[in-house]
């Protein structure tokens, strides 16, 4: 009977429940590690704005200086690639949004004739890339949740040896920006050498330097590199928990909508078996009460009285 | 006294800001004071105790454990990868630190655990 079709309904709609209360659970720690994340965001970027300014500065101060960082690199020289994804996923479009915009930089630079060197961080951005066949050169993985410091030093130790010595020609990094809590965009960056639009911060005064300019820049590229992928790393941070939050509110929205529907047709299931066996009882009792009202003794209309009875 | 702008910043947050008198702190150089009106100048900061006079005779300190220092448009910024502010130290930490350096003989580590006491009042 129609009773079996009620009892799918009902299992469906309580799976879609349980599932709901995972994401609404899901929904509120995105939302309250936002709050935690942008905090750290506010915290960290005046120390890279400072950091920056000062390098500006530094590059800008009279006295001509040829160092690496202050030149624009070799046409042909090759790049190394920051990409800063997500761990895991249920995050909406956030992990693909980095990747794309990552292979058409790449696709960008190899149709230029420039290698490409893959640092990748975020075991979903590892794992895409690996399995689209490409090489990936170094991968950290278990610091995008609650990047520190110290995650960013890691990094930035396997970038500076080879760009200070030459075999890579730049450094750029793909990764998230937090603008504000309904607006991240991916973006590419230069990490080094020192972009154009920087340089330009810089204020051209005629610095008193301890110790010399040369030897003041081999301390500080490596702390501005660090910091400024500590930023990166702290905006994707709080990009993933955002597009997490979203990606969640939507799907427990749907599971809402979803269980409402299907608690309609449950109903509507139920009250058809109800409808139907009260027809049947109705259309029972009348077919007995003709076969009694017909000559007694006489049998009834096959079948209606005796099913009934 | 005339005073000037001064902000100590740190990767985590800012920790000290406002107007300063007079801010003190060593250089690659040496011991360096910073009055109101300096010249231009950016220089890298050694492991030290910097001390931020505010007039009226307050004094603030804080651990800095190198950086860098900038005077621009009459305007003080310290850099520092890792400082810490009065009250925050870890006095016993800090003694097990230098006890440990002072046997491995690290110079800087030494130097680190050496400030961080001194901002304490513990050394």
Known sequence: MAGGQERILRRRIRSIQSTRKTTRA???IASSRIVRAQQRI??????????EQLTADLAAAPGGLTHRFLQEPEPQAPVAMVVVAGDRGLSGPYNFSVLRVAEQALAAHQSEGRRCQLIVIGRKAVGYLRFRGMRVDHSFTQMTDRPTYEDARRIAEVIEAPFMSGEIGSVEVVSTRFLSIGSQRVERRRLAPLAEDMAEMGRPFDYEMEPERAQLLEVLIPLLVESRLFLALLEAAASEHAARQRAMKAATDNADELITTLRRVMNRARQDAITTEIMDIVGGAEALRQAAAVEPGEPGLPGDGRRAG | MATFPFELVTPERT?????????????????????AGHVPYIGAVQTCLVRVHRGGGQVDAAAVHGGFVEVADGRLTLLAGVAEVEGEVDVERARRALSNAESSGDEAARRRAEVRLELAGAS
Do not use: W
């Open chain 1, 26 to 28: 899901m929904e509120l």
């Open chain 2, 15 to 35: 920790l000290l800001e406002g107007e300063a008198e007079m801010v003190t702190l060593r250089s690659a150089e040496g011991d360096i004071a910073f009055l």
């Open chain 1, 42 to 51: 506010a915290g960290a970027r005046p120390y890279v704005e400072r950091l």
